[in-house]
């Protein structure tokens, strides 16, 4: 079983939310967290929030309240644009807005449970490519 801590912090920022996905949003935490890449939790732009060293890098959109993005950035502020997308394998869930900005957006627990696997890779293969 992977060893990870979920922040007690964004748990009562949820519970105080009472979003219709939350179900959902516990599973993509925990998903996250347990790839074991040293991420931390908090909160960020009305929602979790998972960086490293500091520097953000993936965020969960909870608004508007029927789906769940789950955005791959480099931060808030804009940097030059790598030649290349930050990840080269292809994975179905992902939409490239930039070379350095991606999104999976999820409906349903059962969607995200289908694509566990690539979501697992992704945030892996993410936070490699910006060590």
Do not use: C
């Not at 627990?109 to 490519?129: L, P, S």
């Amino acid at each position: 079983m992977d060893k990870y801590q979920l922040n007690t912090e964004v748990t009562k920022f949820l519970d105080e939310m009472n979003h219709p996905l939350r179900t959902l949003i516990e599973l993509m935490r925990r998903v996250i967290m347990s790839t074991g890449v040293g991420l931390s939790e908090g909160i960020k732009w009305n929602g979790p929030n998972y960086s490293l060293n500091g520097e953000d890098r993936i965020t969960l959109k909870l608004y508007p309240p029927k789906q769940i993005q789950m955005i791959f950035h480099r931060g808030a502020k804009v940097k030059e644009q790598p030649k290349e997308r930050l990840i080269k394998d292809e994975y179905s869930i992902l939409t490239w807005k930039e070379n350095d900005r991606a999104i999976a957006a999820f409906k349903s627990i059962e969607e995200f449970e289908q694509n566990r696997w690539q979501v697992k890779e992704v945030v892996t293969k993410w936070i490699d490519a910006l060590r």
